[in-house]
């Protein structure tokens, strides 16, 4: 008996003991996000912001294929304005009698245009290194959103002795510090239409808002059911559990 | 009343008294799930069969859903399944319910084994229901195994790389094999075409050996938590109102915790790995290739042995040993409660479980290379020289004469200590 409750002590032992894996990177930084917690919501108004850091920067090399122009209507955009955002790009048109599509204004049911027309088309512009899809990049790495927040926040001067190759970039957040993607975000790259100063932490908090709305377009509506879904079931567990014990009350045990 | 030929019943609705005089289900159901005889004296760990029973029917319902919308080719997986998350009605809270249950399927399944190796439930006469039950668990694990490619993420693609390539260690036949199995020289769209197919396939399987396990559960009647055999009808409770009422309670508390991971935290790692948020590529292997939570400690016992045959061997042999528990026990008592060296083995051996748990999920690098292989050596000297040597040299502790005379408070032998007081429910 001994033997064993030290056995079980040693092992204990051993556990607590285990060295933490290595960094090779620092730890996340802590961001608020307002779409936290079981009750939080996603801001729409930094959402907003964060769709123009998108468009006017994001979208030169990003595809986001699984987003469509009418789900802007969860960030609140009127179906009027996503008519108008919809109507001043360019998507590929429904093939001629030739056989040939040729370019028209696009509507609210088609999905954001790539800006690469193939997937051979992207390698070769960038050397293989194809910029990721944004359709579900907020859910793609470990931290989320805080992630894409930290790689955009993380570009830094390379310390002395690490040489960094052309066509790579130094970034602290990235796994092996060497990120393909050049620097895409610096003070003032967007004007914000709310007036908001567009510093690179702002931008890129505002755009990781919006890639957690659009790799999880129902994270609201799902937080909201899920409230009444627990009530009702721990009302119900209530009344089950005073049937039982009136069922039980006749029986000795 | 007894005709030529019909089946005598009581039931008065004429409908259901001429049904049943034809088909008695209306007899059997009254048998099996009302009159049942069951031990009175279960505690809460007893609702887990019923609740891993909820669960695959929730799996199968909601797979059935996900099925209709969802497109098994390589090129169109991925894209599918973010259609059912976009824009299928409610097809985010369907496969939600689907991911999050195919983890609390095992969290059910696991706790219920446990429960029946603290309790003895594998010892005669109960050794057929015990392995019927080991066929559950495997047949579990493959359909496990064959949902998680479907999605057809970086993590579906790479788990199945690594998983069907554990064939190729068997000598000589072993490179054929995986060849066979995946349908080509990768895992790739036939791969996927069968596993789909398979995974829709071995659900009602599993339903099948269910009925098995219930049938050979009713016809020797349930464990209890004292590992003593009824005495008569004073130690049991007829099934219906008493553990029906008792299981819906653990149904309840079950959905909210299902509840909770549905809708607040279905992205936690443990339950969607994020790396399955990128879309298969072969070029591309993720910087680790980890299973499913409910697979690491076979995946930690996998890699604890530094040859791959060896391995793959311990792997399987870890779960094919379960078959042979009952004859492996050499200990006329079933219950732990009344096993005073078995019961600490049995903590350290659920101890153990998690201890390769946690081996699994990280990098085999430095201490976790010892500490595998410890775990490794524990979990089958556990299996093979303390269950049966302790069986042999451990002195039980006095059983109570009945369940009802323990439950009153009276009639333990000698010591009365060792009848412990029924929880209370």
């Avoid at chain 1, 006017?56 to 009127?78: E, N, P």
């Avoid at chain 2, 973010?82 to 095992?106: C, K, P, Q, T």
């Avoid at chain 2, 992205?267 to 590529?281: E, R, T």
Wanted: aromatic share 14%.
């Amino acid at each position: 008996m001994r033997t064993l409750a030290l056995a079980a002590a040693a092992l204990g032992l051993a556990l607590s003991a285990l060295p933490a894996a290595a960094q090779e990177t620092p730890p996340l930084p802590r961001v608020f996000w307002s779409f936290e917690g079981p009750f939080g919501t996603i801001d729409q108004a930094a959402a907003q912001r964060g769709y123009q850091v998108y468009k006017q920067v994001c979208s030169a090399c990003h595809s986001m294929t699984q987003f469509h122009f009418r789900d802007l209507a969860g960030i609140g955009y009127t179906p009027e304005q996503i008519a108008a955002i919809a109507a001043s790009v360019q998507v590929p048109g429904p093939p001629n009698a030739q056989g040939q599509s040729s370019p028209v204004p696009g509507k609210p049911a088609d999905a954001f245009p790539s800006p690469f027309p193939t997937q051979a088309a992207a390698e070769a512009a960038f050397n293989g290194a194809v910029p990721p899809d944004q359709s579900l990049m907020a859910n793609a790495f470990e931290g989320g959103p805080t992630y894409i927040y930290a790689i955009l926040n993380g570009f830094r001067n390379p310390p002395p002795g690490i040489t960094v190759p052309p066509g790579r970039y130094y970034n602290i957040y990235f796994p092996g510090n060497l990120i393909a993607m050049p620097p895409p975000l610096h003070d003032g790259a967007v004007t914000y239409a709310d007036g908001t100063p567009a510093t690179v932490p702002q931008m890129a908090h505002d755009v990781a808002t919006f890639l957690y709305f659009v790799a999880n377009p129902h994270a609201d509506q799902r937080k909201r059911i899920g409230v009444h879904v627990v009530l009702f079931l721990v009302f119900v567990t209530g009344l089950t559990y005073a049937l039982k014990r009136k069922v039980w009350s006749d029986v000795e045990h | 009343m007894a005709e030529l030929g019909l089946q005598e019943n009581e039931f008065k609705n004429p409908v259901v008294h001429w049904i049943d005089a034809r088909l008695p289900v209306f007899t059997a159901m009254h048998k099996e799930y009302r009159q049942f005889p069951t031990p009175k004296n279960f505690n809460y760990f007893w609702n887990f069969g019923a609740l891993a029973t909820v669960n695959l029917a929730i799996m199968i319902i909601t797979g059935i859903f996900l099925a209709m919308n969802y497109n098994p080719s390589t090129a169109g997986a991925f894209d599918s399944v973010e259609r059912i998350m976009r824009d299928v009605n409610w097809g985010w809270m369907i496969r939600y319910l689907h991911v999050v249950g195919a983890s609390l399927f095992f969290v059910t399944v696991y706790v219920h084994i446990f429960r029946g190796l603290y309790y003895g439930s594998y010892k005669k006469p109960r050794e057929m229901i015990w392995m019927l039950g080991v066929v559950l668990l495997l047949l579990l694990m493959a359909t496990a195994f064959m949902g998680y490619v479907l999605p057809w993420g970086q993590m579906s693609f790479w788990g199945a790389t690594v998983i069907t390539n554990l064939f190729g260690a068997i000598p000589v036949v072993g490179h054929g094999i995986v060849t066979w199995l995946w349908g080509g020289f990768a895992v790739a769209n036939p791969t996927l075409n069968r596993f789909f197919s398979l995974h829709y396939l071995l659900p009602f399987i599993i339903v099948g050996f269910l009925v098995l396990h219930i049938m050979a559960l009713h016809t020797v009647g349930s464990n209890n938590p004292l590992g003593i055999d009824v005495k008569g009808p004073q130690d049991t409770l007829p099934f219906h109102p008493y553990y029906t009422v008792k299981d819906s309670v653990g149904v309840c508390v079950y959905l909210i915790v299902f509840a909770i991971l549905v809708f607040f935290i279905p992205h936690q790692p443990l339950l969607m790995d994020p790396n399955n948020s990128i879309q298969a590529n072969p070029l591309q292997t993720p910087s680790d290739i980890v299973p499913e939570w409910y697979f690491l400690p076979f995946y930690a016992i996998l890699r604890s042995v530094p040859n791959k045959l060896g391995g793959v061997v311990l792997l399987f042999g870890s779960i094919f040993v379960l078959f042979f528990l009952p004859w492996l026990d050499t200990s006329p008592v079933r219950s732990c409660r009344f096993r005073p060296i078995m019961r600490w083995l049995w903590v350290l051996f659920v101890i153990d479980v998690f201890v390769l748990g946690y081996v699994g999920a990280n990098r085999p690098v430095g201490i976790f290379i010892l500490l595998g292989r410890i775990a490794t050596v524990w979990y089958y000297i556990h299996m093979l020289i303390f269950l049966p040597l302790v069986g042999k040299l451990e002195r039980p502790l006095p059983l109570p004469e009945s369940i009802s005379k323990s439950v009153l408070g009276g009639g333990a032998l000698p010591s009365a200590a060792a009848a412990r007081p029924m929880e209370k429910a």
